[in-house]
């Protein structure tokens, strides 16, 4: 159940584990070892289920797919917001939920970015290792229950153009992040988990603007 307005916590992320073994990253940073260009985590998998427990996300997705539900998600969530049966304000929230529909496009859009961020970091040569964020802060700092629906969208448009951009350099470079909760995960696992935080909130976002029975 759904309580916080995140998935699990800070950065979008709950306490996840280190893959067995550490990972391609042996004691000093730099010390790389290839050992998987796919996939090296299951971190995912493990907290939310496969396919995930509420959302549905299956998490066997391929990377061509992932990155175009990424690219697709302003246009599938003006499509959810277009269907709704009176127009969508962002108020509109789910009882189970502390963060409207506003903040949940908030939260993507700032999510991808950061994740967009990291990438382009180790692209240009900075250390794998990435520091987390905690996303319940970046909501009440960044006021996104006061941000307009629209510029909302405004936002979540521009971030998936940038995290596009780098993931797209990424490829090239096929490259690693050491996460503080998830450890260590190649560009799939990453991509991967960042097309479930948005497919996830949309379906978030479908349940409150259009709240049904439960079970
Ligand atoms: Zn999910």
């Not at 000093?28 to 995930?52: H, I, M």
């Not at 629906?149 to 979540?156: C, D, G, H, P």
Request: aromatic residues 8%; negative net charge; hydrophobic residues 35%.
């Amino acid at each position: 159940m759904m309580t916080g307005g995140c998935l699990t916590g800070s950065d979008g992320e709950g306490p996840g584990r280190r893959p067995a073994g550490a990972g391609p990253w042996r004691g000093r940073v730099r010390q790389y070892v290839p050992r998987d260009t796919s996939t090296v985590s299951d971190w995912g998998e493990n907290l939310y289920g496969d396919p995930c427990h509420e959302c549905g996300f299956d998490w066997a997705i391929s990377r061509d797919e992932a990155i175009k539900s990424v690219v697709n998600t302003p246009r599938s969530y003006a499509q959810v917001l277009a269907d709704a049966d009176a127009d969508a304000d962002g108020s509109e929230r789910d009882p189970e939920l502390t963060w409207s529909v506003g903040a949940y496009i908030c939260h993507v859009g700032d999510n991808l970015r950061i994740w967009a961020e990291r990438l382009a970091g180790v692209c240009r040569g900075a250390s794998p290792v990435v520091a987390s964020y905690d996303e319940g802060l970046l909501a009440v700092a960044r006021a996104y229950e006061g941000i307009a629906i629209e510029a909302a969208m405004w936002s979540l448009e521009r971030a998936v153009e940038e995290w596009k951009r780098a993931v797209d350099e990424s490829l090239v470079a096929d490259i690693f992040l050491d996460h503080p909760d998830r450890g260590l995960q190649s560009l799939v696992d990453v991509i991967r988990s960042n097309a479930h935080d948005a497919f996830h909130h949309q379906w978030d976002i479908e349940r409150s603007i259009r709240p049904g029975p439960r079970s």
